[in-house]
């Protein structure tokens, strides 16, 4: 039987999931074929499951044993990160939701099956107050209007709420009516962030931000630490299935509170500090400067003191730590254990050929993309490491999408 993670059973939505899986069999998303965001509408969660499970094994099968894949017990609105693109339909109604598949055509979504409810209720809202403060949505084309996006993030725990508005320039009329109007809509939010993208970029987030209401954050906990989440901060979008991801990635690390443990691509930090509770001393390191200072504070507000973090390339940083301990005379590199997250396209040599140099006794190499998992795994397993475990975690219910934990031990 797979493994099911538990979920908080208090969280708006989650309790009809039974109900909704079973209109998701019989009548399927309204906005599948426009919206392409889901691969496998009107497919059995079971099945998906399934075909996951083949993905990997083709990929990483030939390296190591692939455990069953854990599997979500309620596969829906789990999304914790709702973005929306905001245009005008060619009636003149505004309208919001994503990019048709290929393109910049705007598919108007008044409500996800896979996206946090409460967030999808704001967005609808915020349409909705647009007209009243004389909002005019961004036109790509032209360059002109001022609303572009909105992102809204919400903690699975904490229940906070932020709202990032992205605008085409810094003057929002009304900024504080505005706020009030959508509070008074929904007192959940807990921080408005105005941020200013005037660039002709795909890019959602600009440089500038201001803070219209509370902290400019939010904070959630995972596994057991707190996290404060800016509006840039990378944090996984599935609450539930992290848990089970980053648990079994600490499990791979077989830590006994000695090992000396850099986590690469570490972001504000949410593995190493999970790992540093079994770990002797853990090195954070992130080339991000605004995520390593989220970092920083997060290692404070969770009392954590036996981890550091450093702003820097990681594969530069464990080449010139390797270089530190062969200058000092002592054998290998200096950590036990490395853990590394990287971005889909996967890693790079010169950074695969760094933890070659710094030679840790374990890496646990965390991936959301098999086939470029599989590339880095056959550089790996050619320098000096056997696979050993891989785990698939089911982090994107109802898409393509499938996260990896592999473990890789020293031969």
């Known amino acids: 039987m797979r493994e099911k993670t538990k979920y908080n059973g208090n969280a708006p939505g989650r309790q009809n999931s039974h109900k909704k899986a079973e209109r998701q069999k019989n009548n399927g998303c309204p906005y599948a074929k426009k919206c392409g965001g889901c691969d496998y509408q009107g497919t059995s969660y079971e099945k998906q ?8 094994q083709k990929y990483v099968g030939k390296f190591c044993k692939v455990q ?17 693109v905001f245009d005008i339909a060619k009636g003149g109604a505004i309208i919001s939701g994503v990019y048709r598949a290929g393109t910049h055509e ?76 959508l509070r008074k809509l929904h007192p959940e939010i807990s921080t408005v962030v105005l941020n200013v993208n005037d660039k002709r970029t795909s890019m959602v987030l600009g ?30 979008v599935n609450p539930v299935q992290t848990e089970a991801l980053y648990r079994k990635a600490v499990a791979y690390a077989k830590l006994t509170g000695k090992e000396t443990v850099i986590d690469a691509y570490c972001g ?4 190493g500090m999970i790992a ?45 730590m390797a270089e530190e301990q062969r200058e000092a005379g002592r054998a290998g590199g200096g950590a036990d254990v490395v853990f590394m997250d990287p971005p889909r396209a996967g890693s790079d040599e010169a950074f695969l050929s760094s933890v070659v140099k710094l030679a840790p006794r374990r890496v646990v190499y965390v991936s ?44």
């Not at 504000?268 to 593995?271: D, E, P, R």
């Open 207 to 236: 440089d500038k931000e201001t803070v219209l209401y509370g902290k400019g954050y939010i904070e959630d906990t995972l596994c057991g630490c707190t996290f404060r989440i800016s509006p840039k901060s990378f944090y996984q």
């Open 268 to 271: 504000i930090g949410t593995i």
């Open 49 to 56: 499951l399934k075909e996951k499970q083949k993905l990997v």
């Open 106 to 181: 705007v598919v108007n979504i008044d409500s996800c099956e896979i996206e946090d409810e409460i967030s999808g209720a704001i967005i609808r809202d915020i349409r909705g107050l647009l007209r009243s403060f004389k909002i005019k949505t961004y036109d790509e084309d032209t360059g002109y209007g001022l609303l572009r996006h909105v992102l809204v993030r919400r903690g699975f725990h904490s229940g906070e709420v932020m709202v990032v508005l992205v605008l085409g320039s810094p003057i929002l009329p009304s900024k504080n009516n505005f706020v009030k109007a």
């Open 368 to 411: 959301c993309n098999p086939e470029t998992l599989a590339r880095d795994l056959g550089y790996l397993t050619k320098h000096g490491y056997e696979a050993v475990e891989c785990t698939p975690v089911d982090m994107f219910p109802w898409t393509k999408h499938c996260e990896t934990c592999v473990l890789l031990s020293k031969c």
């Open 68 to 84: 069953p894949i854990i599997g979500m017990e309620h596969p829906y609105h789990y999304r914790n990160k709702v973005h929306a």
């Open 276 to 320: 540093a509770k079994q770990a002797g001393k853990v090195i954070g390191v992130e080339l991000n400067r605004d995520a390593v200072r989220d970092a920083v504070i997060n290692a404070r507000r969770n009392s954590v003191k036996n981890i550091q973090f450093y702003q820097a390339d990681a594969g530069k940083f464990m080449v010139g």
